[in-house]
């Protein structure tokens, strides 16, 4: 039997079914979630140490060894009893410690007061995130400034309407030397509905994202570019209630899109320089 009459009999080989670009998109997609979860977890892990102090949990559950808060790494942010209006113009200077400082200060003052103008009713609770630790009073937002990748970092969980799920805030240079930590204003993928790059009133550069990494999981992301180029702001609106990995809470974040979007340009466009 011959080559020839071995196509005749086999035939032409049916079309295949598997979506082969779609794969590709949603692997990206699972791999770009996940980075983000990784820094998430360390962002969170050094609230933890710096808010309450973190543990290491052994195989049977309990604290085996409690990690002393640092103290040169990291700046916490100082409590405020209420908000009071963001100062127009502000100018972000975090080489000292005094700058920082402020920077954590106004950024948390912002932050609230965009909330109450764009989501009114929304309210700051506590959010667990390590098993163990103390429990943080109501509020506000946990907001500190890590050194070594000059970022500043938040997370608070929120409720509004009868519903609550989490919420992040990075800070973060997006300008770089060689050698320096940074990670640019995000890029959308080709292709992917439901990432958009547009101008904020004042030209900045604004990118808003969803991200669906499976099960009932559904996060909202805004990254901005602020004013001299040299930062950019990242919130993020989650469903779940608590630290990565915990299960969806609702079917949708407790901030819409819009309401997320508004927000970041908000606080984005008080900064000067």
Request: with cysteine.
């Amino acid at each position: 039997m011959n080559q020839e009459t071995l196509d005749q009999l086999i035939g032409i080989a049916p079309p295949s079914t598997v979506d082969v670009p779609g794969v590709i998109r949603r692997t990206r997609r699972r791999r770009r979630v996940r980075r983000a979860l990784a820094g998430g977890s360390t962002a969170t892990a050094v609230v933890a140490a710096i808010a309450v102090g973190a543990a290491l949990i052994n195989g049977s559950g309990r604290p085996s060894e409690v990690i002393p808060p640092p103290v040169a790494a990291s700046v916490p942010a100082p409590p405020s009893p209420s908000v009071s209006p963001p100062p127009a113009g502000f100018v972000l200077d975090t080489s000292t410690r005094a700058g920082q400082e402020r920077a954590l200060d106004w950024l948390r003052t912002a932050l609230e007061e965009a909330a109450v103008k764009h989501a009114p009713g929304t309210k700051w609770i506590y959010m667990p995130d390590v098993p163990g630790e103390s429990r943080t009073p109501d509020g506000r937002p946990i907001l500190l400034y890590t050194v070594a990748d000059d970022t500043l970092r938040g997370r608070s969980g929120i409720t509004r309407d009868g519903r609550k799920g989490g919420f992040y805030l990075r800070l973060r240079p997006i300008d770089c030397a060689a050698g320096e930590p940074c990670q640019p204003l995000y890029e959308c993928e080709r292709g992917v509905s439901d990432c958009q790059t547009d101008t904020t009133p004042s030209g900045l550069t604004i990118v808003r994202y969803v991200d669906r990494p499976g099960g009932k999981w559904l996060f909202y992301d805004v990254d901005v570019e602020l004013p001299g180029g040299r930062y950019a702001l990242n919130l993020s609106a989650v469903n779940y209630f608590g630290g990565d990995g915990s299960p969806a809470v609702a079917p949708a974040p407790v901030f819409t899109r819009a309401q997320l979007a508004a927000i970041a340009t908000t606080i984005a466009e008080q900064v000067t320089g």
